[in-house]
């Protein structure tokens, strides 16, 4: 191994191609876990969803597209998907709109930065299972705090049953989620905020621009990256969202907060693998194309522009 | 004189901002607050009045959940496996990183990209081979598998955050290095980590976090109680004890605590490793 | 913290990660022989604290044989049934299981080839003349015997006695007195039925409780999981009342909002004073605590006419794995299925056996009358529909059981959703 360890600082120009070994070593442990844990299964489960196979009987027999045929004609996986994608617009409006407002904020003012971001971002740092069972106290239609609190303040005509009702259930789920999750656009924007020159805003105010006027003309512009990634974010959550919906609801009542990776949980548990890791792959590719699509769309705009 | 009215002027116009901003921070954090208050109420008090602050302060609800529950149990489990985790996600990420930061080889690139792709996948795309992968790798139900998984799991952000900062590092460093009789390996090893340390520490609360609070994952390979993380637990607990009220608050704070701790401790650490990452 | 501090961190952290990569390559290698055998558990059919003082009974009282007991199962039946069928294909799985769903899961196991054929076994211990012959034909799959049946179960309704004492009620005999007995409830402001659909079986077993009470054994047919879900036109009554428990204000309000855990919490706070379930909930309310007593009686049927008297029948089974070691594991289903430990559980837990004892009659009153009338029609209440659905159908049940009680879909429409389910699961399979 001694005579493979030359310096990268001395690149010797020479017809001889040599193979370094050194730079494989140092990404072979990474890669081996990665490959064998991570993106091994993923692959996987694409071959798989040609298949028929039960994870139980290790015979296995060539379906072709019979399980995305399936999956396709299936109402409760496009019930599912719509969801999802319910789920991914609110998503990309709320928490980020949230965040950058938020982030604005505390940007603008002079005292307790610190201590707003941190209180702010507290509940981005809990889990899913800590975040659903919170909620579902609050939710809980006669011991809950949610209705308890509109019964207290004279508006009893507001409770609901938060998690009941298929008409809330998901937009119910969606405000758990939203908790848990513009704190993180907050503090990423925020950061953005504070790279972007302060001369910029400084001549602004000298202009007399007001508050609307440099969000548009100067904040919006700046953080155009920060958008693209924040947005990207929200794409992943939105399109994998589980722990939540999968303890509040279940996906509940009668799949009106189905989601895709409950759809495909609820098959695991069934031992329709078939079908689980054909609905799998079909969320990977939308989720794949929608997040590449729109940072390139990103990249093409800001290049264009 | 001038300058006084210039900094009320001031004043007057972040007061909306202030405004929102307590109004914001009050609603996001009633949930939390009242979590933690009805943990310390008596059953009979949560039913009859959800609202109201604990009467008198109940502290064996804690006492109960976490020996009676085994939950002492269960954050062993948590630490134990978080640690490791992050440990060996810190070790095989530097390295990597460094490799595809500061070494020039064939696929570079492309090695680089397939980590990248790692990241868009969502969870379900993976779960059934990896099921039966661990069964046949004689991984399932065992710590040290969920290590693995979740090694495997945090590696792409981990190298993508880590190279993008040693990218930013002098090449004159490493020369001057080599000159003085250093392999690479040393170097890595006496030099770069050292100097790394702030986007290490980043890296490593980040990674705690996640790993902490997971629960997809560990939900289908664990299967044995005295295996179960926090998240996990938390789960079974609730199926046991729901009708106990006040002890499954407890339940929920003894899994929330931890974290807000590590988050109090390394809060600068943990929102540096979330924008690094994502402005690089 | 400084550089040399923040090295010698990472220089331990490395060195333990390595550590414990060792120790975990370490433990995959095989166990240095002992001289017991050690049986791995994972349940033994009863709820789990009473399983491990079980297993500390056993272990005191042998030297040979050693169970090892892994508290695996939960609440979620979907969730434990996978996992153990994942886990015995793999022969990582539990030795000997006690409380399993026979039915549809032990088809699977059986067709697999992880499960023993017990038929010797049942000869040679005597076992097969203590079991009802209705209740053996369901664990025997062309012949052989796979699982022993390991205690009894019918579903009531359990009924807080002080309320009705006070609201001077009389326990129902036919549907027609059920409901008045509802509508006086109503009327004094209380709860009637009990409904926390929001997850897991309690749906499915009060949507088969109605059904069956109205379409008797036709709806067994239903459930074989390898014929097409018929129409079942006599399930439709039963349907209806099921879903009547809503529509006429006699259930607790949001029933697909709350869970069972919540639900039965309205019971136990008395503003819900009727609950139907099996027996296993005497145990839970025991531990409730609840400052009322309870009694029982059977759910009337809807249809005066039908076979059936209510939904039951073997609770759980016990089987041993085909990779288990076999002496050992046939001296724990010997321990197990001896007559003290199951008049100690009767004793105890009120979990009545599946293979017949006499029930003793200084156990608590509640106890004795729910095992003596399940005893008394063993014939009649020995099957237990809900385990023989097919797991896509199980698993999807759940939400169209929320449908129909949420008004979003009508019994008709409710049979053909599961009717299509059904269908799928059958294209498949």
Known sequence: ?305 | MEFLSGNTQRRLRSLPFYLVLIVTTVITLVPIVWVFASALKSNKEIRENPLALPSEWHFQNYVEAWFGASFDQYFFNSIFITVTSVAIVLFLSSLAAYAFAKMRFPGNQMIFFVFLIGMAFPLSAKLGPLLSLMYELNLANSRFGLILVYVAGSLPFAILMLRAFFQGFPQELEDSAALDGCNRFQFYWRILLPLSKPSLMALGIFVFMGTWNEFFQALLLINEDSKRTLPLGLTAFQDEYFTDFALSFAGINITAVPVIIVYIMFQRNLIEGITVGSLK | MNTSHFRSIFQFLTVAALAILLAGALSLSPALAQDSTDILVWGLGYASNYDELLVERFNEAHDDVNIVFEDVLTGEISENNQKLRVAMQNEAGPDVLGGLDVGANLRALVATGQVRDLTEFYRESGLIERIPDNLLSQVTIEGRIYAIPQNLESVGIFYNKDAFAELELETPATFEEYIDVLEAVKDAGHYGYTMGLAGGWPSALMASMFMYSSAGSEYIDVLSGTQPWPDCDNCLDGLDAFQGMVANGYANPDPLGIDYDQSLDLFYQGQSIMVLNGPWFINDANLAEPDFEIGFFYLPAVNPATDIKTLGGIGGSIIIAEYAPVDAAFKVVEWLTSEEIAVQALRDIAVLPAFSIDVPEDIPPLYYQIASETAANVDKIGFWPVTYLAPKVFGDMNQIVQGMIGGMLTPEEFLDEMQATHSAYLAES
């Open chain 1, 1 to 305: 191994m001694a005579q493979a360890l030359s310096s990268p600082g001395q690149r010797r120009p020479g017809p001889r191609f040599r193979l370094d070994p050194m730079p494989y070593l140092f990404i072979l442990p990474a890669v081996l876990i990665y490959v064998v844990f991570n993106l091994g299964p993923v692959v996987a489960s694409f071959f798989f969803s040609f298949f028929k196979w039960d994870l139980l009987s290790p015979t296995t027999e060539f379906t072709g597209f019979d399980h995305y045929t399936f999956i396709l004609n299936d109402d409760r996986f496009w019930n599912a998907l719509g969801h999802n994608f319910i789920f991914l617009g609110l998503a990309v409006v709320i928490p980020v709109s949230m965040g950058l407002f938020l982030a604005v904020f505390i940007y603008e003012i002079r005292r307790g930065r610190v201590v707003f971001r941190a209180a702010l971002f507290l509940p981005a740092i809990f889990s899913g299972v800590v975040i659903a069972y919170v909620w579902k106290w609050i939710y809980h239609s006669f011991a809950g705090v949610l209705n308890a609190v509109l019964e207290a303040v004279g508006l009893g005509a507001f409770t609901q049953l938060w998690l009941g009702d298929p008409n809330l259930a998901l937009y119910s789920t969606f405000v758990a989620y939203t908790w848990a999750s513009f704190g993180y656009s907050m503090v990423i924007f925020l950061a953005g905020l504070q790279d972007i020159s302060t001369d910029i805003f400084d001549a602004a105010r000298v202009d007399g621009a007001n508050f609307w006027q440099k969000l548009f003309y100067i904040t919006i512009p700046c953080l155009y990256d920060v958008f693209t990634f924040v947005i990207t974010l929200r794409i992943f959550t939105a399109m994998g969202v589980f722990g939540v919906i999968y303890i509040l609801t279940g996906g509940g009542p009668f799949y009106a907060s189905d989601v895709i990776d409950i759809y495909v949980f609820r098959m695991i548990g069934n031992f329709e693998m078939g079908w689980a890791t054909a609905a799998a792959t079909v969320n990977a590719v939308i989720v794949v194309i929608l997040s590449t699509g729109f940072i390139k769309y990103r990249e093409w705009r800001s290049w264009s522009s």
